[in-house]
Nanobody
Framework: QAQLMESGGGSVQAGGSLRLSCAAS????????MGWFRQAPGKEREGVAA????????TYANSVKGRFTISQDNANNILYLQMNNLEPEDTAMYYC?????????????????????WGRGTQVTVSS
């Protein structure tokens, strides 16, 4: 069973950058897709970015395209989310997730129901 732990959150001003990290134990159990999600107060959790660990194909929500980059360090079992040009609307708790599926289906990679394993989250706050 995979265990995920996020780090790297913090408070920044609009236009700033942060890099989130997700350390995964039992990395082989994480499956094909890993992703980053976020949840702002009073809102549903939404998919931000997803990565096919085999092909390194990436998928992004329209709201973060061109600003966020998802990547992995397979040698150290770490998933990253580089966030540039942050906006106040990016303020949320950010979660790392892994689908735990051995089959690399590309369907619904930004939906929460696909993912089996979740971290506890790291807070990102962007001030204007």
């Amino acid at each position: 069973q995979a265990q995920l732990m996020e780090s790297g959150g913090g408070s920044v001003q609009a236009g700033g950058s942060l890099r989130l990290s997700c350390a995964a134990s039992q990395y082989r159990a994480t499956g094909c897709y890993m992703g980053w999600f976020r949840q702002a107060p009073g809102k549903e959790r939404e998919g931000v970015a997803a990565l096919n660990r085999i092909t390194t194909y990436t998928t992004y929500a329209n709201s973060v395209k061109g600003r966020f980059t998802i990547s992995q360090d397979n040698a150290n079992n770490i998933l990253y989310l580089q966030m540039n040009n942050l906006e106040p609307e990016d303020t949320a708790m950010y979660y790392c997730a892994a689908d735990g599926q051995p089959v690399c289906s590309g369907a619904s990679v930004l939906t929460t129901s696909r993912y089996k394993y979740w971290g506890r989250g790291t807070q990102v706050t962007v001030s204007s």
